[in-house]
């Protein structure tokens, strides 16, 4: 379609501007890990923008089952954004499993919060994190036994570069 008279360069027909510069970017993030965590310990993972970059989240998948050979306690995933206070937690009885899907805790059979579903996904969606300040995910084994399965932690963030 030719452009009309009026239009210039960079811009969509009547004059108006399209941004090609700042669109964001999507990426999948596969943050999975399977080393063990024994009783009474935590497993850390850091999520870091790129330089010159933000990182928002879109989507995510949390996921571990309940620790085996235990007979006690909880198991915990706690998210934080550039490191600040906690925004998001799932906390699961030891036998149990622990898993966000489909914007918020489908499994968490001790606490949920926020424990509303809309909260709940406008805080994981309101995550940020830059080249300095990382969104966090802790892992906190609280059970007598260690904890010897995988841990799927997967996102999908929009990248924005300033």
Known sequence: ??????????????????????????????????????????????????????????????????????GSGRHTFDLKPMGSLISLR????????????????SSATQTKLPADE???????RDLRATDSKPITVTYFNDTDSTQTEQRTIKFVVSEASY
């Open 118 to 124: 809309s909260a709940a996904m406008s805080a994981m």
């Open 90 to 105: 799932g906390v699961s009885s030891y036998s149990d499993e622990l898993r966000w899907q489909f914007s918020h805790w």
């Open 1 to 70: 379609m030719p452009r009309p008279e009026f239009s210039q360069a960079g811009t969509n027909g009547g004059g108006q501007t399209i941004a090609v510069n700042q669109r964001p970017k999507l990426h999948t993030l596969n943050l999975s890990q399977t080393q063990e965590v024994v009783a009474g310990d935590t497993s850390t993972t850091e999520i870091y923008a790129p330089q010159g970059s933000t990182y928002q989240i879109e989507g995510a998948f949390l996921q571990v089952s309940g620790v085996p050979s235990s």
